[in-house]
């Protein structure tokens, strides 16, 4: 391709809006542009880049014995009332109706879909097990689109699924396809940490993530350094402090004046924030009001409260209103007196004596609180975050909490969804059995944003070879001035083309600095330049983007190269 035929222009600043170096990379360098918040275009070289690791992925998906197919990207709702994940879901997913007045949907992902195939479909146990997979079009309305592609409304999707007859099956399947993620990563050059991970709208019984380390990623994830335990903080389990052995004592009013906070009150009272119990409160999505009471030295884990509680529709932040309504007054508050409202209460908090916890009277607290005897809650289980310093629940060495970004997700699903849709298979006894399933995605876009996140400098972007748009980029300098220049280079770039090797060729009349700075900005793995210079000294300038190293050879030498490599 011939950068004067190129689709694309390169930015000398940065987008205003962009926080991470992907971000700024791939606008500046005329791999996508924006359409709208969170809704991307991939301009040709992005393209080149999305079929590369495209096709990578879909290398390991037919190792393991996946079948590629395509599903649509609107469904009826009827599936997604079926499964039961309509109602629950918010509003990322996105209702509407067709001309008839029926319900429909744009597709989230695809569990629902791929079940009434099965229910049509596989008949007896000799279909089993199976894999299917496409790469097709998502959208969730995502309400804080950021990052570029790393956190967008509109993406492309590897979802796989797998077909199993039994819970046995169903493990073969699950570690096949986590194999398949390894390899997957490293092909992209991509160091990705497994975590165990919330199944979230997906449901099942076990999910794994596939994360990227990066201090501007948003999961949170806790991690033993002796790789004894590794899991996202939406479900990170911690060895917990052992409470003090005491008697209850009575409970005793204190006046707390400017004291609505933990850090105020412990201060005030001179205690330490482990001695008191914190309420914090939400309103699910189906109007439910939630009380969570945690030590105060600890924060509240929304993940796990939501689904201590199985709430529909997520969590918000319960407004002052609607705390009060339940008899509690916002900054002195705990469940003593409450009504109107499902109290959850952290297992550590359960087996602490004497707390201090809100009196629901402005400017004052209770001593002396005792779980059980002072109020009874409705669920005792853990709600807390892992904290950093906590001990791992396997080892006992201190935890470390790391920032991450999501590339690859694994669940097993079970019979949830086979279940709700009817989808059986005849077994051999004789007797029908449900389908057993798992789903599997990695999202393309966010694996490209990765990647330039993991492979770049100040200069630009340092595509690995297997996923660069281009073997190499081709630029000519000064070749207005000198044809033997522009001779070599076109001479060059035909022999390759012809070869069927990819290169892009700079044949544009820019300056030298103009070239040279797109080339890095660019980012293909290597840089040949021919110029007066160079070819005077032999040949082209070879530059390796990765280190930087330069060399003048023979032009034959570099065609022969390039050509060996096959692309």
């Given at each position: 391709?011939?950068?004067?035929?190129?689709?694309?222009?390169?930015?000398?600043?940065?987008?205003?809006?962009?926080?991470?170096?992907?971000?700024?990379?791939?606008?500046?360098?005329?791999?996508?542009?924006?359409?709208?918040?969170?809704?991307?275009?991939?301009?040709?070289?992005?393209?080149?880049?999305?079929?590369?690791?495209?096709?990578?992925?879909?290398?390991?998906?037919?190792?393991?014995?996946?079948?590629?197919?395509?599903?649509?990207?609107?469904?009826?709702?009827?599936?997604?009332?079926?499964?039961?994940?309509?109602?629950?879901?918010?509003?990322?997913?996105?209702?509407?109706?067709?001309?008839?007045?029926?319900?429909?949907?744009?597709?989230?992902?695809?569990?629902?879909?791929?079940?009434?195939?099965?229910?049509?479909?596989?008949?007896?146990?000799?279909?089993?097990?199976?894999?299917?997979?496409?790469?097709?079009?998502?959208?969730?309305?995502?309400?804080?689109?950021?990052?570029?592609?790393?956190?967008?409304?509109?993406?492309?999707?590897?979802?796989?699924?797998?077909?199993?007859?039994?819970?046995?099956?169903?493990?073969?399947?699950?570690?096949?396809?986590?194999?398949?993620?390894?390899?997957?990563?490293?092909?992209?050059?991509?160091?990705?940490?497994?975590?165990?991970?919330?199944?979230?709208?997906?449901?099942?019984?076990?999910?794994?993530?596939?994360?990227?380390?990066?201090?501007?990623?948003?999961?949170?994830?806790?991690?033993?350094?002796?790789?004894?335990?590794?899991?996202?903080?939406?479900?990170?389990?911690?060895?917990?402090?052992?409470?003090?052995?005491?008697?209850?004592?009575?409970?005793?009013?204190?006046?707390?004046?400017?004291?609505?906070?933990?850090?105020?009150?412990?201060?005030?009272?001179?205690?330490?924030?482990?001695?008191?119990?914190?309420?914090?409160?939400?309103?699910?999505?189906?109007?439910?009001?939630?009380?969570?009471?945690?030590?105060?030295?600890?924060?509240?884990?929304?993940?796990?409260?939501?689904?201590?509680?199985?709430?529909?529709?997520?969590l918000r932040p319960a407004h002052a209103e609607e705390i009060a309504a339940?008899?509690?007054?916002?900054?002195?508050?705990?469940?003593?007196?409450?009504?109107?409202?499902?109290?959850?209460?952290?297992?550590?908090?359960?087996?602490?004596?004497?707390?201090?916890?809100?009196?629901?009277?402005?400017?004052?607290?209770?001593?002396?609180?005792?779980?059980?005897?002072?109020?009874?809650?409705?669920?005792?289980?853990?709600?807390?975050?892992?904290?950093?310093?906590?001990?791992?629940?396997?080892?006992?060495?201190?935890?470390?909490?790391?920032?991450?970004?999501?590339?690859?997700?694994?669940?097993?699903?079970?019979?949830?969804?086979?279940?709700?849709?009817?989808?059986?298979?005849?077994?051999?006894?004789?007797?029908?059995?449900?389908?057993?399933?798992?789903?599997?995605?990695?999202?393309?876009?966010?694996?490209?944003?990765?990647?330039?996140?993991?492979?770049?400098?100040?200069?630009?972007?340092?595509?690995?070879?297997?996923?660069?748009?281009?073997?190499?980029?081709?630029?000519?300098?000064?070749?207005?001035?000198?044809?033997?220049?522009?001779?070599?280079?076109?001479?060059?770039?035909?022999?390759?083309?012809?070869?069927?090797?990819?290169?892009?060729?700079?044949?544009?009349?820019?300056?030298?600095?103009?070239?040279?700075?797109?080339?890095?900005?660019?980012?293909?793995?290597?840089?040949?330049?021919?110029?007066?210079?160079?070819?005077?000294?032999g040949g082209a300038e070879v530059t390796d983007r990765a280190s930087g190293?330069?060399?003048?050879?023979?032009?034959?030498?570099?065609?022969?190269?390039?050509?060996?490599?096959?692309?």
């Amino acid at each position: 391709m011939r950068v004067s035929k190129l689709f694309f222009t390169s930015l000398r600043d940065n987008p205003a809006d962009a926080e991470m170096a992907s971000h700024r990379l791939l606008v500046r360098a005329g791999y996508v542009r924006q359409l709208g918040a969170g809704i991307y275009s991939l301009l040709p070289l992005g393209f080149r880049v999305s079929q590369r690791i495209e096709q990578v992925i879909r290398e390991e998906m037919d190792a393991i014995g996946g079948q590629e197919m395509e599903m649509p990207v609107v469904h009826p709702a009827e599936l997604w009332k079926e499964s039961g994940r309509y109602a629950k879901i918010g509003p990322e997913m996105v209702r509407f109706k067709d001309r008839g007045g029926r319900d429909m949907v744009l597709a989230m992902t695809h569990e629902e879909v791929v079940t009434d195939l099965l229910r049509d479909i596989v008949k007896s146990y000799r279909q089993l097990p199976a894999i299917v997979y496409h790469f097709q079009t998502k959208f969730r309305d995502e309400p804080r689109a950021r990052g570029g592609l790393i956190r967008v409304r509109e993406f492309v999707m590897k979802d796989s699924y797998t077909l199993d007859p039994d819970e046995a099956a169903l493990d073969v399947s699950y570690q096949a396809h986590y194999g398949a993620y390894e390899r997957i990563f490293q092909r992209l050059d991509l160091e990705a940490v497994v975590v165990g991970a919330d199944v979230g709208i997906m449901g099942g019984s076990l999910a794994h993530e596939f994360m990227v380390l990066n201090d501007s990623g948003e999961d949170t994830l806790v991690i033993c350094e002796t790789g004894d335990y590794a899991a996202n903080q939406q479900i990170a389990m911690v060895r917990k402090p052992e409470p003090p052995v005491e008697e209850p004592r009575p409970t005793e009013e204190v006046a707390t004046p400017d004291a609505p906070t933990i850090a105020a009150l412990a201060q005030l009272l001179g205690v330490g924030e482990d001695r008191t119990a914190k309420a914090t409160f939400f309103t699910t999505g189906d109007g439910r009001l939630l009380t969570a009471i945690v030590r105060g030295d600890f924060e509240v884990n929304e993940t796990k409260l939501s689904n201590a509680v199985k709430a529909i529709g997520g969590l918000r932040p319960a407004h002052a209103e609607e705390i009060a309504a339940a008899g509690m007054v916002p900054g002195y508050a705990s469940p003593i007196g409450a009504r109107g409202s499902t109290v959850v209460v952290d297992d550590l908090v359960a087996s602490s004596p004497n707390l201090v916890a809100g009196a629901n009277k402005h400017g004052y607290h209770l001593l002396n609180v005792n779980v059980g005897r002072d109020f009874t809650p409705d669920l005792v289980v853990d709600i807390t975050n892992a904290r950093a310093g906590d001990p791992c629940p396997n080892c006992g060495a201190p935890l470390v909490l790391r920032q991450g970004i999501e590339v690859g997700n694994i669940f097993k699903l079970g019979t949830d969804f086979t279940e709700k849709l009817g989808a059986t298979y005849l077994a051999e006894d004789g007797s029908r059995r449900l389908i057993v399933m798992g789903s599997y995605g990695i999202g393309l876009g966010r694996a490209l944003a990765c990647i330039v996140e993991a492979h770049h400098d100040d200069k630009g972007i340092i595509w690995p070879a297997t996923v660069a748009p281009y073997a190499a980029q081709l630029v000519t300098l000064s070749a207005s001035r000198d044809p033997a220049v522009g001779e070599a280079a076109e001479g060059l770039y035909q022999r390759l083309t012809d070869a069927g090797v990819e290169v892009l060729y700079d044949d544009r009349d820019e300056s030298p600095g103009v070239k040279l700075t797109d080339a890095e900005l660019l980012g293909m793995p290597r840089i040949i330049t021919i110029s007066p210079r160079s070819l005077a000294a032999g040949g082209a300038e070879v530059t390796d983007r990765a280190s930087g190293e330069r060399s003048v050879r023979p032009i034959a030498e570099v065609e022969a190269e390039l050509a060996s490599a096959g692309r």
